[in-house]
């Protein structure tokens, strides 16, 4: 696909060949398949690694449409290697937590060593704690040193059920505006080790998936709003005229960052396809 003088690989998949490295909510998958099959469509292609076939971003997509029984699936390939695609993080956030919840949920995970907010920090950068939690007042590490990066998601998926258990409001936050949100009255941050690409492969690849929103891939460009026809994902041999007339004569504009889509924010330039 070309819109102007950019180039990107864009692409239709069978659907059964791609690799999610994230597992999903299946709330947030059920909506989105909601929405598909209202649009008709799949709106955004997926990223996915061109050499080991991993999904980068997309995983709600992919399963929306197995759910809704697509045997294609609409993918911006990419060169996982190239150093244009950062590896980066979420961090979870909660608001309105008590000072009497918030020493529940770290006893009960035994996240119990006081520490600077600068040494919590270091110390799951390093890997030598699973997980740091922040606040405006005092930073938790956990007790135990780190041993594997899937015990530390573990300890995620624990803190993740306590907090909804709780009725906390959890949401995902980027490491550029962790120090904004910190400050806030009744703000907790939760922060996790880094993952490398080469482990994002190897969850794909040994179906040990991480939890939801445990990386965040920053491409060069992105292409959206490709609008592919779900009746030609859900074809066995989906049509070569439909596929030529969406993705080789496409037209759009670019976007430069941030820039907000659909309501999500992007940190990348975003390549909008025009629809005739």
């Given at each position: ?17 791609v ?14 398949s ?32 197995r ?47 006081r520490?600077?907010r ?29 041993r ?30 962790i ?25 794909a690849?040994?179906?040990r998936l ?13 292409a ?19 596929r ?32 005739e």
């Amino acid at each position: 696909m070309r819109v102007g003088s950019r180039l990107v690989e864009v692409d239709l998949r069978p659907i059964g060949s791609v690799l999610p490295h994230e597992e999903t909510i299946t709330d947030l998958s059920s909506r989105l398949s909601d929405q598909i099959r209202a649009d008709g469509f799949q709106r955004d292609p997926i990223i996915v690694d061109r050499e080991n076939h991993v999904v980068l971003d997309g995983m709600h997509r992919l399963r929306a449409l197995r759910e809704l029984g697509a045997r294609h699936i609409l993918c911006h390939l990419v060169d996982y290697s190239s150093p244009e695609i950062r590896l980066e993080r979420w961090a979870r956030s909660l608001k309105g937590v008590k000072r009497e919840s918030l020493a529940e949920i770290l006893k009960d995970s035994r996240i119990d060593r006081r520490v600077s907010r600068k040494e919590a920090i270091e110390l799951v950068d390093g890997r030598s704690t699973p997980v740091a939690v922040l606040t405006s007042g005092s930073c938790f590490v956990a007790s135990s040193s780190f041993r594997s990066l899937a015990e530390s998601f573990e300890l995620v998926r624990r803190l993740d059920e306590a907090s909804r258990a709780m009725g906390l409001r959890e949401d995902f936050i980027e490491e550029e505006i962790i120090e904004t949100a910190i400050p806030n009255p009744g703000s907790v941050v939760i922060l996790t080790p880094r993952v490398e690409k080469k482990e994002v492969i190897e969850a794909a690849k040994g179906g040990r998936l991480f939890p939801h929103k445990s990386t965040m891939h920053v491409i060069g460009i992105r292409a959206v709003g490709v609008n592919y026809p779900l009746s030609e994902l859900q074809e066995e041999e989906p049509s070569q005229e439909v596929r030529a007339s969406k993705l080789e004569g496409a037209k759009g504009s670019i976007l430069d960052p941030p820039v907000t889509y659909f309501g999500r924010r992007y940190w990348e330039k975003l390549l909008v396809v025009r629809q005739e």
